[in-house]
């Protein structure tokens, strides 16, 4: 496997290696949906087979009382969250002051406004000691998007103590099976949360996401937002829709989703450790570490560090069996242009590199070296 620092000459290679990864995942993936029971149509028209399996994988990890609907991507399900949840518009939403920019575009398409609401300055992370606070502030919004960043779990209980029937939507698109501080997993205590497996994620399906609802009428208006008619129905929606863009997924896609799933699952407990690993190793080398490996998103390590200090102390650390370093990476966040104090919370939340871990041969380690280097190539011209 080639170093981090992948450059345009090493495009071929890499391509060839990111093309022989994809097909050794599907080949995998086929082989292990071959030996589970498929006792329903595999069809993205019903919603049936590999994308029952799917949604009942997801549902599963996040709670008994909740339904989870596959779409393609964490952008999707937070579009269908904000609409579902009545934000149209002129309406205005809080989002985090530190963000990944997909709540803003989300906002604007639906023709919102966003705005900014205080966070953690260590993590980025909503802080609802705050926010209940400045309560005034938040009078006029017409729902909050919690983003749990860096497979850190922000503290989602307390914010809606702070806010008291206002709509809350989770954004896990980084947080695959973290947790609240009290311990119950994310998504588990909002009106709607998103998941995302895309290329960066972890675990990754390449192209996928995941909208997990709390109640039957929210679930079966996403189902009607997005998908055919005959799911619709299916779902006990008497008179379907069919006046709108669907967003289904593909059942290929739903596959690679199911099996990454189950794959990550068997492997908690050696990511968990690894990230242990890892965090003892990163603070023992005075890097102060964000995540807690018992109950943050299993292997993921987000570290306040440079990229080059971290690769210092990767080498010096034994990760389990099975688990390899699949990227080393700066977080990927802005500061909301709007909010009050946005140099000095740039400046503490841009510096914070995150590590992934993943089985040997996961797919993504050769893609997200691919896409760096293509990106490289297209900035020299
Ligand atoms: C915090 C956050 N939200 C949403 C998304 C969008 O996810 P997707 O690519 O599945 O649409 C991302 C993607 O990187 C993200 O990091």
Same mark, same amino acid.
């Given at each position: 496997m080639h170093a981090d620092g992948a450059g345009p000459d090493d495009l071929p290679h890499l391509a060839g290696a990111a093309d022989r990864e994809f097909i050794e995942l599907l080949s995998a993936a086929t082989a292990w949906w071959a030996t589970q029971?498929? !006792?329903?149509? $595999?069809s993205s028209h019903t919603g049936g087979g590999v994308i029952a399996a799917f949604e009942s994988a997801v549902a599963d990890s996040v709670g008994s009382d909740v339904r989870a609907l596959a779409l393609p991507s964490a952008t999707a399900a937070l579009s269908i969250a904000l609409e579902i949840l +009545? /934000? +149209? =518009? +002129?309406d205005l939403i809080g989002v985090p #002051? /530190?963000? !990944?920019t997909a709540t803003g575009a989300i906002a604007g398409a639906l023709g919102a406004r966003t705005m900014p609401l205080p966070v953690? =300055?260590?993590?980025g992370l909503l802080d609802a000691g705050q926010i209940a606070r400045h309560g005034a502030v938040t009078q006029d919004l017409a729902a909050v998007v919690v983003v749990h960043l860096h497979g850190l779990g922000c503290d989602v209980p307390a914010l809606r103590r702070a806010l008291p029937g206002l709509p809350v939507i989770e954004d896990a698109a980084q947080a695959w099976a973290s947790h609240y501080p009290d311990g119950r997993p994310v998504g588990s205590a909002s009106d709607a949360c998103a998941f995302s497996y895309g290329? #960066?994620? $972890?675990?990754? #399906?390449g192209e996928l996401g995941c909208l997990v609802t709390r109640t039957r009428t929210l679930h079966q208006a996403a189902v009607a937002r997005s998908q055919h008619p005959t799911r619709q129905w299916l779902t006990g929606i008497a008179c379907p829709r069919r006046d709108q863009v669907m967003t289904r997924v593909a059942p290929a896609a739903a596959l690679l989703g199911a099996y990454v799933l189950h794959q990550h699952l068997k492997l908690t407990p050696e990511l968990r450790q690894g990230g242990r690993l890892l965090a003892q190793a990163l603070a023992g080398a005075g890097l102060p570490v964000l995540t807690d490996a018992t109950r943050h998103a299993p292997g993921i390590v987000a570290v306040r560090a440079a990229p080059e200090h971290v690769r210092l102390v990767l080498p010096t650390v034994f990760l389990p069996e099975g688990v390899t370093v699949r990227v080393v990476d700066l977080a990927d966040v802005e500061v909301h242009p709007g909010y009050s104090d946005e140099a000095t919370l740039s400046a503490l939340v841009t510096g914070i590199t995150i590590i992934t871990l993943e089985p040997p +041969? #996961?797919?993504g380690q050769a893609s997200v070296l691919v896409s760096r280097a293509a990106v490289t190539d297209c900035q020299n011209g």
């Amino acid at each position: 496997m080639h170093a981090d620092g992948a450059g345009p000459d090493d495009l071929p290679h890499l391509a060839g290696a990111a093309d022989r990864e994809f097909i050794e995942l599907l080949s995998a993936a086929t082989a292990w949906w071959a030996t589970q029971r498929t !006792w329903q149509v $595999s069809s993205s028209h019903t919603g049936g087979g590999v994308i029952a399996a799917f949604e009942s994988a997801v549902a599963d990890s996040v709670g008994s009382d909740v339904r989870a609907l596959a779409l393609p991507s964490a952008t999707a399900a937070l579009s269908i969250a904000l609409e579902i949840l +009545g /934000v +149209g =518009p +002129g309406d205005l939403i809080g989002v985090p #002051a /530190v963000d !990944w920019t997909a709540t803003g575009a989300i906002a604007g398409a639906l023709g919102a406004r966003t705005m900014p609401l205080p966070v953690d =300055p260590d993590t980025g992370l909503l802080d609802a000691g705050q926010i209940a606070r400045h309560g005034a502030v938040t009078q006029d919004l017409a729902a909050v998007v919690v983003v749990h960043l860096h497979g850190l779990g922000c503290d989602v209980p307390a914010l809606r103590r702070a806010l008291p029937g206002l709509p809350v939507i989770e954004d896990a698109a980084q947080a695959w099976a973290s947790h609240y501080p009290d311990g119950r997993p994310v998504g588990s205590a909002s009106d709607a949360c998103a998941f995302s497996y895309g290329a #960066a994620k $972890s675990p990754n #399906a390449g192209e996928l996401g995941c909208l997990v609802t709390r109640t039957r009428t929210l679930h079966q208006a996403a189902v009607a937002r997005s998908q055919h008619p005959t799911r619709q129905w299916l779902t006990g929606i008497a008179c379907p829709r069919r006046d709108q863009v669907m967003t289904r997924v593909a059942p290929a896609a739903a596959l690679l989703g199911a099996y990454v799933l189950h794959q990550h699952l068997k492997l908690t407990p050696e990511l968990r450790q690894g990230g242990r690993l890892l965090a003892q190793a990163l603070a023992g080398a005075g890097l102060p570490v964000l995540t807690d490996a018992t109950r943050h998103a299993p292997g993921i390590v987000a570290v306040r560090a440079a990229p080059e200090h971290v690769r210092l102390v990767l080498p010096t650390v034994f990760l389990p069996e099975g688990v390899t370093v699949r990227v080393v990476d700066l977080a990927d966040v802005e500061v909301h242009p709007g909010y009050s104090d946005e140099a000095t919370l740039s400046a503490l939340v841009t510096g914070i590199t995150i590590i992934t871990l993943e089985p040997p +041969g #996961a797919w993504g380690q050769a893609s997200v070296l691919v896409s760096r280097a293509a990106v490289t190539d297209c900035q020299n011209g």
